[in-house]
């Protein structure tokens, strides 16, 4: 899972500050389409309130419908921008998703929309797609493994 695919800053309830993951992203990759609630358009940098994302949004992007893809959704400021311990905690993760049919997509961590804790101010959330190299295993070891060591940089 190398290889970029797609990136598309989700700004819920969010100021501008560079984190260490948007350090990663490059100019020029492919957009991904995301709509929550049937009707709210992400666009990169705008504010989609906890509300709004509370259930899992619908993707699309320019795939090759014989390619797997993996989809990731973290928030980069947990708990907080001031103390962002848990940096880059994953809310969904889901993979070997043929072309862009997420509903297909076997599920390593189910989508957990926005939920930022009370008075801990505004998060990013970011929701990437990446073409994998080859299918993720479904047994629970590799499960298991994979949320475990899951690690960006």
């Not at 049919?101 to 929309?113: D, M, P």
Request: glycine residues 4%; aromatic residues 10%.
């Amino acid at each position: 899972m190398k290889s970029w695919f797609c990136a598309l800053l989700l700004v819920f309830l969010s100021q501008r500050t560079l984190s260490k993951f948007e350090q990663l992203l490059r100019p020029g990759l492919p957009e991904l389409h995301v709509v929550f609630d049937n009707s709210h358009e992400v666009r990169s940098g705008n504010k989609i309130d906890s509300t709004t994302a509370f259930s899992k949004p619908s993707l699309s992007w320019n795939a090759d419908p014989k390619a797997l893809h993996t989809v990731i959704m973290i928030d980069v400021d947990a708990p907080s921008k001031n103390d962002p311990h848990l940096s880059d905690f994953v809310h969904w993760l889901a993979v070997n998703i043929h072309g862009q049919s997420v509903s297909n997509a076997y599920e390593l961590l189910s989508y957990r929309g926005p939920r930022p804790p009370a008075g801990k101010g505004e998060h990013r959330y970011y929701l990437l797609v990446f073409k994998q190299q080859s299918r993720i295993s479904k047994d629970v070891e590799s499960r298991e493994r994979c949320v475990l060591e899951f690690s960006f940089i």
